[in-house]
Each structure stands twice: as C-alpha cells, then as structure tokens.
C-alpha cells in the first residue's frame, strides 16, 4: 500500500469490489488497458505540446485527467488537471508534461506490482 500512496495512485472501491467478488482478471484488463491507452494519449500530448498546440494539449490532459479518475491515478489526474487548465496561457507546455509523463511511471509501477 505504501508503493500506491507514493505513487498517487489507489485502486477505486468499484474495482476493488470486483476483485473481491472473483474478477481479478477484469480489473487486470481495465488497469492494462488504461495503461496501454494512456501511453498513447501520452504520445498524441507530448506531439501537441512541442508543436505549441494549446488546445490539443489541453483536450489531452482533459481526457488523460479522466482516464485517471477512473482507475484512482489521483497525483496523475491532478497533474493533468493543472495543464489542461493553464495549457492556453502558460509560457511552457513542457514541464508539466514531464510531470504527467513521470506520475504515469510512478503509477504504472506501482500497478504492475499488484492490487
């Protein structure tokens, strides 16, 4: 549990229930598939953000904000959060993508160690 909260990242109630009632391997594809969509929409992101593209920078950190609710990557979400809310005005896209690209790493590993 310690390897989640420093990760910013806690499996939901939804899906630990899931888990409990015999459908580990449900939750097991949900948290892949998040992590395969994620690293997708990371790419798409990362392209927007170093062509200064600030309105898909901020559509992709909204979304990627979302999928991250959804799976309980809360420092994840956060971090888009703040792009998706000053994408259109801050001076550098960049650094906060580094900050999502590294919460996504630090949730990522904390997921393949288990639920």
Known sequence: ???EAA????????LQELAECGEKDMVAEVLTLFQADTESRLQV????AEAGDRVRTRAQAHSLKGSAVQVGAMALAEACR?????????????????????RFEAVSKAIALGY
């Open 1 to 3: 549990m310690a390897i």
């Open 7 to 14: 990760a910013g990242w806690t499996l939901p109630e939804s």
């Open 45 to 48: 992101l990362r392209s927007a």
């Open 82 to 102: 703040e792009l998706e809310l000053t994408a259109e005005t801050r001076p550098d896209l960049l650094s906060p993508l580094a900050e999502i690209e590294s």
